[in-house]
């Protein structure tokens, strides 16, 4: 049963999006959740819908687990109470354990998740100048404050920090990153022609695919920052860059002006806000200037200020979140390449 909590379009595309299942309809039917997600949605738009969807799942999760195994059956609400606490504190650590695989991090999510919640009541509570709720409230906030830490974060960071630490690294051979990078700029330069001939939706991915690695590769930094790059960001580079070359261009010498004539830096929003330079080559400038121009051939929305976009014709605002499929894919294919080289050399004469 859903809740009757009025929401906003944003909010109720999300929840329309989730997974149809029991997680999805223990999320639509519980308010504080749909409310939890309607303050992260006007918190952070729809530019994080993959985000809040897990958010949402985690906590409609938590709930399923603790009404399939316990005597509750009230909402998140009625179970953010001090009395209850200890349930919570068990059902959070049983949760994490009990799939095939520890979910290391997910106590820590659901802590900074319920945190967050009971802040919601806590306004709630002032607004209605309900007592009994506030007291409730803060009599969670402090049981958190006192125990939490001691009782579920401090063991989930210790467990993470020792899986990383026995994490085993492989790191590539200089001759395995040449031919990746030798292999896509090779595949972008034969990607790009077929694009300008004719925009489908499959050159278009294959194109935005294949420039999507080569910008990752060229500049060796987090596939997400490349992949969240706008087309605002990208305009607002390059027409700074020819204000700034009116300024210097006669001041550079030669190779100077070569290195500037052929590359562009563009500043695009990486993790925690931060500002994140991607430096552009010719063949990369290239690419982006195609995909940007027949954005809407590729059934594109109008909405999605991404350069490397989902082509499909959804309302969802979203970049292509595929960087690490994109590497893998390429890396396959390198691999499958040279296999195929092997086998040809050991062919007798």
Do not use: C
């Given at each position: 049963m859903e809740t009757t909590v009025q929401v906003s379009k944003d909010t109720a595309d999300i929840l329309a999006s989730l997974t149809d299942d029991e997680i999805s309809l223990a999320v639509k039917?519980?308010?504080?959740?749909?409310?939890?997600?309607?303050?992260?949605v006007e918190k952070y738009g729809k530019t994080k819908m993959d985000y809040l969807r897990?958010?949402?799942?985690?906590?409609?999760?938590l709930m399923v687990y603790v009404h399939d195994h316990t005597c509750f059956t009230g909402g998140l609400r009625e179970m953010l109470t001090p009395e209850r606490f200890d349930l919570f504190i068990d059902s959070v650590k049983k949760l994490s354990t009990s799939g095939q695989k520890e979910a290391l991090s997910l106590p820590l999510k659901l802590g900074h998740s319920v945190n967050r919640c009971l802040l919601l009541l806590k306004g709630e509570s002032i607004r209605k100048k309900d007592k009994i709720l506030k007291e409730n409230v803060e009599g969670m906030q402090l049981l958190m404050e006192l125990e939490w830490h001691d009782r579920v974060s401090s063991q989930s960071l210790k467990k993470l920090?020792?899986?990383?630490?026995?994490?085993?690294?492989?790191?590539?051979?200089?001759?395995?990153?040449?031919?990746?990078?030798?292999?896509?700029?090779?595949?972008?330069?034969?990607?790009?022609?077929?694009?300008?001939?004719?925009?489908?939706?499959?050159?278009?991915?294959?194109?935005?695919?294949?420039?999507?690695?080569r910008i990752i590769i060229f500049n060796k930094n987090r596939g997400g920052d490349a992949s969240h790059m706008k087309v605002k960001d990208y305009s607002e580079a390059i027409t700074e860059k020819s204000d700034e070359l009116c300024q210097l261009y006669g001041s550079l010498n030669d190779e100077e002006k070569k290195l500037v004539s052929?590359?562009?830096?563009?500043?695009?929003?990486?993790?925690?806000?931060r500002h994140v330079p991607v430096l552009l080559t010719k063949d990369m400038k290239e690419a982006v200037d195609n995909l940007i121009q027949h954005h809407s051939k590729l059934?594109?929305?109008?909405?999605?200020?991404?350069?490397?976009?989902?082509?499909?014709?959804?309302?969802?605002?979203?970049?292509?979140a595929m960087q690490s499929m994109v590497m893998q894919s390429m890396?396959?294919?390198?691999?499958?390449?040279?296999?195929?080289?092997?086998?040809?050399?050991r062919k007798p004469l």
């Open positions: 039917g519980d308010e504080l959740i749909v409310t939890f997600i309607a303050s992260l897990q958010r949402a799942r985690q906590l409609g999760q920090y020792d899986a990383k630490m026995n994490q085993k690294e492989t790191l590539p051979t200089t001759d395995d990153i040449v031919r990746l990078t030798n292999g896509v700029a090779m595949s972008l330069g034969i990607a790009l022609p077929a694009f300008k001939e004719d925009q489908t939706k499959e050159t278009g991915r294959a194109l935005a695919e294949l420039a999507l690695a052929s590359h562009v830096l563009v500043y695009t929003q990486g993790k925690k806000g059934s594109i929305p109008v909405a999605n200020p991404y350069i490397f976009a989902t082509l499909a014709e959804e309302l969802k605002i979203k970049s292509m890396a396959s294919k390198m691999r499958e390449d040279t296999w195929k080289e092997q086998q040809e050399k």
